[in-house]
C-alpha cells in the first residue's frame, strides 16, 4: 500500500528530476534517465507548481480556482498523484513549504 502524500505538505521536484514540453507531450525524466508520459494537462500544470513553496492544499486552491472546478476532488486527485510520484522517486514530500 503506497502512503498518502499529506495535503499539509509540500511536494518538491526530487534532485536530477526534469520535466519538459515537447509539443503535445510532457516528458517526465528521472536521476536516471527513466522516462514518464502520459500526464494529462492537469497533471502537467500540477507537475510545474510542484517547486515546493507552497503546500499540496494550497496548490490544489490554485488550480481549481483557475478552472471553478471543486477544491475536495481535485485534492483527493492530486494527493493520489503525488503519492505514486513519490513512490516513482520523481518528488519529495516537504514537511514545510519554503
Known amino acids: 500500500m503506497i502512503a498518502e502524500f499529506a495535503?499539509?505538505?509540500?511536494p518538491r521536484w526530487r534532485e536530477g528530476v526534469s520535466g519538459q514540453r515537447?509539443?503535445?507531450?510532457?516528458?517526465?525524466?528521472?536521476?536516471?534517465?527513466?522516462?514518464?508520459?502520459?500526464?494529462?494537462?492537469?497533471?502537467?500544470?500540477?507537475?510545474?507548481?510542484?517547486?515546493g513553496t507552497r503546500t499540496a492544499r494550497a496548490l490544489v486552491e490554485q488550480v481549481a480556482q483557475r478552472h471553478g472546478w471543486d477544491v475536495e476532488q481535485v485534492l483527493t486527485d492530486t494527493l493520489k498523484f503525488f503519492s505514486e510520484l513519490t513512490r516513482l522517486g520523481l518528488i519529495d514530500e516537504l514537511e514545510e513549504a519554503r
Not at 25 to 50: M, Q, S
Open 22 to 51: 515537447f509539443g503535445s507531450d510532457f516528458i517526465v525524466l528521472d536521476a536516471e534517465g527513466n522516462t514518464l508520459r502520459g500526464l494529462n494537462g492537469t497533471a502537467i500544470e500540477i507537475w510545474e507548481l510542484c517547486d
Open 7 to 10: 495535503a499539509d505538505h509540500a
